[in-house]
């Protein structure tokens, strides 16, 4: 009897073959490679979007005690806010970098000196402060350089708030 080839039917081993697990790894490498700078990204863009949250509510609270002074004539050195009063600079009607004037404004707790530059706690962001220098910053919290990740109030600028996304 004479056997032919087409009637040999290869035996299936339920298995894949090399060739097959090498092509799926790396289409999982290729993915991963591509999605996976975007997944660790979310962590700096949530920072970036913290800061810049940070300087709209540094800026509207400037803007609000701005508005209070000029309401009430534009001369004072002190004006009521929510929750108590900010001190302000009479000439222009600016927060004072200080504790009683943009710290107080934006709710922050009193900061410890510490040279010439002071640190304290601000409702969950880290807070710095230099009144001799006339400056005043705040950063998300775990900012991998704080120093160029916030919003920083210097109220001889303009505009007195600058957003800082560098260190984020």
């Known amino acids: 009897m004479h056997r032919s080839r087409s009637h040999i039917r290869p035996s299936l081993s339920g298995g894949f073959t090399a060739i097959e697990l090498i092509l799926v790894m790396t289409v999982v490498g290729i993915?991963?490679?591509?999605?996976?700078?975007?997944?660790?990204?979310?962590?700096?863009?949530?920072?970036?979007?913290?800061?810049?949250?940070?300087?709209?509510?540094?800026?509207?609270?400037?803007?609000?005690?701005?508005?209070?002074?000029?309401?009430?004539?534009?001369?004072?050195?002190?004006?009521?806010?929510?929750?108590?009063?900010?001190?302000?600079?009479p000439e222009s009607g600016l927060p004072r970098v200080a504790d009683t004037g943009i710290?107080?404004?934006?709710?922050?707790?009193?900061?410890?000196?510490?040279?010439?530059?002071?640190?304290?706690?601000?409702?969950?962001?880290?807070?710095?402060?230099?009144?001799?220098?006339?400056?005043?910053?705040l950063s998300p919290q775990n900012a991998p350089d704080p120093s160029r990740c916030g919003a920083v109030y210097t109220p001889d600028r303009n505009p007195p708030v600058t957003v800082l996304t560098v260190g984020c």
């Open 31 to 89: 993915l991963a490679a591509t999605a996976l700078p975007r997944v660790v990204d979310g962590a700096r863009d949530a920072r970036v979007a913290a800061a810049k949250g940070i300087g709209a509510g540094l800026s509207t609270g400037v803007v609000m005690a701005q508005s209070s002074w000029l309401m009430a004539g534009g001369r004072q050195e002190e004006v009521p806010m929510l929750g108590g009063t900010v001190a302000v600079d």
């Open 103 to 137: 710290a107080s404004l934006i709710g922050c707790s009193r900061y410890q000196q510490a040279g010439w530059m002071a640190r304290g706690e601000c409702r969950g962001f880290d807070q710095t402060a230099a009144a001799a220098e006339g400056w005043f910053m």
